[in-house]
T-cell receptor, first 117, second 114 residues
Framework: AQKVTQAQTEISVVEKEDVTLDCVYE???????LFWYKQPPSGELVFLIR??????QNEISGRYSWNFQKSTSSFNFTITASQVVDSAVYFC??????????????FGKGTLLTVNP | EPEVTQTPSHQVTQMGQEVILRCVPI?????FYWYRQILGQKVEFLVS????????KSEIFDDQFSVERPDGSNFTLKIRSTKLEDSAMYFC????????????FGPGTRLTVL
């Protein structure tokens, strides 16, 4: 069974603050992928990043960075110098990569980030 | 850039009515999915479809639900007799194939059951 836990239900910050969104996962698969999606108020799911379980290197993309730690089963997401446009619900998700014909995504409950001006 | 499309964007229906939600996946993709998101909650897997058959379905996907790929381009989700609790955003996703690792999501259809 797979499980993704996003313990932070809501976070509120002031613009330009850094903010970290936590994600902890459980899986029995030896190989898997982790994802982050952004869901703005308009409702669509915007893909942010995919991380293969083999690759524990941290990644930075502009103001976004991700910290993958297999030892603690965590895949945290940091936004540096937050902006009002970052306000959204952020979902962490997990899927197996073990062959077969089903690669369903298991999502966490999401973290609502509000960035205030 | 190719994208997944879904129609309609918003569907309002009366309880007990049948609805069909339509999706056009990215052409040459092989795996197709439906997910559901009740307002304010997480995105939940409903069903996956590969090689013209269901490969996995969740406990949510009961006999009231069915999926079809009628013409090689559309991928539909039918709810036979809608209930109030079917009100949700329904997302379609497609994936190129084994090892591609990324599912491309459509913009969603918001279903409101009155």
């Amino acid at each position: 069974a797979q499980k993704v836990t996003q313990a932070q239900t809501e976070i509120s910050v002031v613009e330009k603050e850094d903010v970290t969104l936590d994600c902890v996962y459980e899986t029995r698969d030896t190989t898997y992928y982790l994802f982050w999606y952004k869901q703005p108020p308009s409702g669509e799911l915007v893909f942010l990043i995919r991380r293969n379980s083999f690759d524990e290197q941290n990644e930075i993309s502009g103001r976004y960075s991700w910290n993958f730690q297999k030892s603690t089963s965590s895949f945290n997401f940091t936004i540096t110098a937050s902006q009002v446009v970052d306000s959204a619900v952020y979902f962490c998700a997990l899927r197996p990569n073990s062959g077969g014909s089903n690669y369903k995504l298991t999502f966490g409950k999401g973290t609502l980030l509000t960035v205030n001006p | 850039e190719p994208e997944v499309t879904q129609t309609p964007s918003h569907q309002v229906t009366q309880m007990g009515q049948e609805v069909i939600l339509r999706c056009v996946p990215i052409s040459n993709h092989l795996y197709f999915y439906w997910y559901r998101q009740i307002l304010g909650q997480k995105v939940e897997f409903l069903v996956s479809f590969y090689n013209n058959e269901i490969s996995e379905k969740s406990e949510i996907f009961d006999d009231q639900f069915s999926v079809e790929r009628p013409d090689g381009s559309n991928f539909t989700l039918k709810i036979r007799s809608t209930k109030l609790e079917d009100s949700a955003m329904y997302f379609c996703a497609s994936e190129a194939g084994f090892g591609s690792s990324e599912q491309f999501f459509g913009p969603g259809t918001r279903l409101t059951v009155l």
